[in-house]
């Protein structure tokens, strides 16, 4: 019999794998959704097929229960959720911060518990899943969980310590790259060019520089010297963000969200 799947707390990422799934080739049929609000599970049913239902009627008929609502909600999910979830369930965390070490102080003891840090490009099956194993998740809770996540990309297994630097790396990294490219567009803006023109010459910029960094096989620090000519344009560029401490901030950045995820840890906010 194939494995029922199910999606507690239906957002964005929920979504996003969801779909993935359903694209991957899972029978929606095998899939259960749920979500807060009535409007949110009648639009899931009608895009995808799949039946919405209450937390506890998921935790009762799933073999796997994918938790992917906020860190600040997963106390109360839990608290929900934990009378009806017998010990044989896997349970995947999708959230930020919160170890598996919480779910496992409140699901029945010897509960399987994986913890996976997925990221939006999971809407485009270009998602990096990192995951980690909890105390009681076996070699094949693993494999399970690679192969749902797999639906939407690539991904990746590390020790749950690594979990938050790779939230602070991958979790959140397309927000910085999004965050360049508005950047880099108002600059367009700055020289002269219009909106939707400096819009698609730095889109393209970052996809060609994104497949040069995952498919030329360089370094890319290599990849940067070739760009940069003696006397030309860009060093003047690399000046000035040396000058204002472009490395400096990014490394700060990330150490900031890290620091975030570990104080996500306890699910208070
Ligand atoms: N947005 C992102 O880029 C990423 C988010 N995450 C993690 O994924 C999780 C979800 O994030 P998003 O999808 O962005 O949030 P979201 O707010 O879009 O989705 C969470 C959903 O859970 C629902 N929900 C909350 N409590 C519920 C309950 N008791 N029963 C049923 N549904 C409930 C909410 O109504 C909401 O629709 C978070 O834990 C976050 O840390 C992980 C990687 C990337
Ligand atoms: O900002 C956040 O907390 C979530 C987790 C990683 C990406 N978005």
Same mark, same amino acid.
């Given at each position: 019999?194939?494995?029922?799947?199910?999606?507690?707390?239906?957002?964005?990422?929920?979504?996003?794998?969801?779909?993935?799934?359903?694209?991957?080739?899972?029978?929606?049929?095998?899939?259960?959704?749920?979500?807060?609000?009535?409007?949110?599970?009648?639009?899931?049913?009608?895009?995808?097929?799949?039946?919405?239902?209450?937390?506890?009627?998921?935790?009762?008929?799933?073999?796997?229960?994918?938790?992917?609502?906020?860190?600040?909600?997963?106390?109360?999910?839990?608290?929900?959720?934990?009378?009806?979830?017998?010990?044989?369930?896997?349970?995947?965390?999708?959230?930020?911060?919160?170890? #598996? +070490?919480?779910?496992?102080?409140?699901? $029945?003891?010897?509960?399987?518990? @994986?913890?996976? !840090? /997925?990221?939006?490009?999971? *809407?485009?099956?270009?998602?990096?899943?990192?995951?980690?194993?909890?105390?009681?998740?076996?070699?094949?809770?693993?494999?399970?969980?690679?192969?749902?996540?797999?639906?939407?990309?690539?991904?990746?297994?590390?020790?749950?310590?690594?979990?938050?630097?790779? #939230? +602070?790396?991958?979790?959140?990294?397309? $927000?910085?790259?999004?965050?360049? @490219?508005?950047? !880099? /567009?108002?600059?367009?803006? *700055?020289?002269?060019?219009?909106?939707?023109?400096?819009?698609?010459?730095?889109?393209?910029?970052?996809?060609?520089?994104?497949?040069?960094?995952?498919?030329?096989?360089?370094?890319?620090?290599?990849?940067?010297?070739?760009?940069?000519?003696?006397?030309?344009? #860009?060093?003047?560029?690399?000046?000035?963000?040396?000058?204002?401490?472009?490395?400096?901030?990014?490394?700060?950045?990330?150490?900031?969200?890290?620091?975030?995820?570990?104080?996500?840890?306890?699910?208070?906010?």
């Amino acid at each position: 019999m194939p494995q029922k799947v199910a999606v507690l707390g239906t957002g964005k990422i929920g979504e996003a794998l969801l779909s993935g799934m359903i694209r991957g080739g899972w029978a929606p049929s095998d899939l259960l959704v749920t979500a807060r609000r009535q409007e949110r599970a009648a639009q899931l049913r009608e895009r995808y097929g799949v039946e919405a239902v209450s937390n506890a009627e998921a935790a009762k008929s799933a073999d796997t229960l994918i938790l992917t609502v906020k860190p600040q909600d997963m106390g109360a999910l839990l608290t929900e959720l934990a009378p009806h979830v017998p010990a044989d369930r896997l349970v995947i965390s999708g959230a930020a911060g919160i170890p #598996t +070490a919480y779910f496992e102080e409140r699901l $029945a003891a010897g509960t399987p518990v @994986v913890r996976v !840090m /997925t990221n939006t490009p999971a *809407l485009v099956d270009e998602a990096m899943s990192v995951i980690s194993a909890g105390t009681h998740a076996t070699a094949g809770h693993l494999a399970h969980a690679e192969e749902i996540f797999g639906t939407v990309g690539k991904t990746l297994r590390v020790p749950e310590t690594q979990q938050d630097a790779a #939230t +602070a790396l991958s979790g959140s990294g397309p $927000a910085y790259f999004f965050f360049l @490219v508005e950047a !880099m /567009t108002d600059a367009g803006i *700055l020289l002269g060019l219009p909106r939707d023109k400096a819009h698609d010459l730095i889109v393209q910029a970052a996809i060609g520089a994104a497949v040069m960094l995952r498919d030329s096989g360089e370094h890319p620090v290599k990849l940067r010297e070739n760009v940069t000519s003696p006397a030309g344009t #860009t060093i003047n560029a690399i000046r000035e963000l040396e000058n204002h401490g472009v490395r400096a901030a990014m490394i700060s950045a990330l150490e900031a969200a890290r620091d975030r995820s570990r104080e996500l840890a306890t699910g208070n906010g």
